[in-house]
């Protein structure tokens, strides 16, 4: 699979601004797609934020996998200094109560009666102007359903002690793993003029065959599920009549429904990943390093 990676200067810029505002702020509130929680991460926040407590809020649940996401719940809530909570836009009761839920994070600040400083932090299209909409009670910050809506730090003052800063989706340099990419371009983090259609339908129609094959019959009404990604979009591309003239299969327009029916739940509650494929790969790559550094000792030595 060859690499997908999207960096806009502002989001160069954002982190910069970031990194200098970073010590005026109490807590992290870092929005992640509920379906993709480790590739969602941003590396970026856990270095600018440098220590501080964060509060994880796993956005979109409604589309996820829900017992998926209760493992990766389990798994954040279970790190220091940090809390996790899995929601959608129709908990409003729930969204209602985050600030004191960061003011219970961050208890000195709240004891002594000064308003919680959080930020609110996240890749591009994740739901982050959505949420603080939700949490302000009213519509400020801009909403659009594609990334990199927000372009500049914005601070709003909410009451009931939390003061809200917002900044833009930013997402990093170079996405080291290669799943990491297509899950964030088929979810739709990853603007879709920045990604070739047709491969990422494929990583997707791949996927799909494997973990949620039976959603894929019902929904295109298939006899039978065919073993390769393009075989599914060609056969989606048939059932939904994206022909060209002498009956050819348009495969552009069979990847966007495939990925745009995905996208929007159409398919089910789909989770892109699992902690257990996660620590499978981070074991792999630690005992990488291990040889790599063992390799390079010798080297020297010699």
């Known amino acids: 699979m060859s690499q997908i990676n999207w960096f806009p200067g502002h989001m160069h810029k954002a982190r910069k601004e970031i990194a200098e505002v970073m010590g005026e702020i109490d807590l992290v509130i870092e929005v992640l797609d509920a379906r993709l929680p480790r590739s969602s991460e941003n590396p970026l926040v856990n270095q600018l934020r440098k220590g501080k407590a964060v509060l994880k809020i796993l956005n979109k649940q409604d589309l996820a996998d829900p017992a998926v996401t209760q493992v990766w719940l389990d798994h954040f809530n279970q790190q220091e200094g940090m809390q996790a909570i899995a929601l959608d836009q129709s908990q409003q009761k729930l969204i209602k109560r985050l600030p004191e839920i960061c003011k219970q994070m961050v208890p ?62 930013i997402l990093w340099p170079k996405i080291e793993d290669p799943d990491s990419g297509y899950r964030l ?75 745009n029916e995905m996208r929007s739940g159409k398919l089910g509650r789909i989770s892109f990943e699992t902690l ?10 630690r005992l990488a390093a291990l040889e790599a550094a063992a390799e390079a000792a010798g080297e020297r030595s010699s």
């Not at 257990?276 to 074991?283: H, R």
């Open 185 to 259: 371009a088929v979810s739709g983090a990853i603007k879709d003029t920045a990604i070739e259609h047709e491969l990422v339908a494929g990583y997707a129609a791949r996927f799909m065959l494997q973990r949620y094959g039976g959603r894929l019959q019902e929904r295109y009404r298939l006899e039978s599920l065919p073993e390769l990604g393009d075989e599914l979009l060609d056969a989606i591309g048939r059932k939904r009549g994206c022909l060209r003239p002498g009956g050819v299969v348009d495969r552009h327009k069979a990847s966007e429904i495939l990925i």
């Open 276 to 285: 257990e494929e996660w620590q499978l790969k981070d074991e792999a790559a």
């Open 108 to 169: 000195g600040r709240a004891q002594a009666g000064r308003p919680v400083r959080a930020m609110i932090m996240g890749i591009p299209n994740v739901g982050k102007s959505t949420l603080l909409n939700a949490i302000l009670g009213r519509k400020l910050a801009k909403v659009g359903n594609e990334p990199a809506v927000t372009r500049q730090q914005k601070k709003y003052t909410v009451q009931k002690g939390l003061a809200l800063s917002d900044t833009p989706g």
